[in-house]
């Protein structure tokens, strides 16, 4: 008989505001930004726990240090068939580079679905790991990003050795 999976949390302190990372024994589900439209609620029946996550943890402390650019950790990101092949293309992106919603389009073989890629981008439960801060405007213009604007500048600063890291 299976048992049940439980759902597990930490927070996580970063230079962005205080990360919650939520999952289970096996793989990261969900990382909620401090403040705007992603801002995650712990659910009462998630056990808070930093043990599961002592891996992801290390990885973002390295990450932000700038000594970290590819992330090495299960996840499993809940959505449609659809949000999972975006989300999937989007791990394709290299740190250090961007690409547009349309880019992404063609990439998983769906040339007109540029506006439901922006949509699925945006459901993303897994920013930063899922790297959806490196998807930009054709024009090379910052758009939407559920952490807020400033939270992706930094991201891609962080990423862009070149640039001096601005504070956020």
């Given amino acids: 008989m299976a048992t049940a999976s439980h759902t597990y949390y930490t927070k996580f302190s970063a230079p962005i505001g205080d990360l919650l990372i939520a999952g289970t024994e096996n793989a990261v589900t969900q990382i909620g930004f401090p403040t705007h439209t992603t801002k995650s609620t712990v659910q ?21 240090q700038q000594r970290l ?3 090495d950790v299960p996840l499993e990101p809940e959505g449609t068939e659809f949000q999972q092949q975006v989300w999937q293309e989007l791990q394709q992106i290299p740190f ?3 690409a547009s919603y349309s880019d992404i389009a063609y990439a998983i073989g769906n040339p007109q679905a540029t506006r ?8 993303n439960p897994i920013p930063i790991l899922i790297p959806c801060h490196r998807v930009i405007g054709r024009d090379g213009s910052l758009t939407g990003f559920g952490g807020g604007l400033p939270i992706k500048r930094f991201l891609l600063q962080l ?4 640039q001096m890291l601005l504070p956020f």
Avoid: K, M
């Fill in 44 to 64: 009462s029946h998630w056990i808070q726990s930093a043990e599961p996550f002592r891996d992801i943890c290390r990885q973002l402390e390295l990450y932000f």
């Fill in 69 to 71: 650019t590819r992330f």
């Fill in 96 to 98: 250090g580079e961007t």
């Fill in 116 to 123: 439901a890629v922006g949509s699925a981008n945006g459901s």
């Fill in 159 to 162: 990423e862009d050795h070149e």
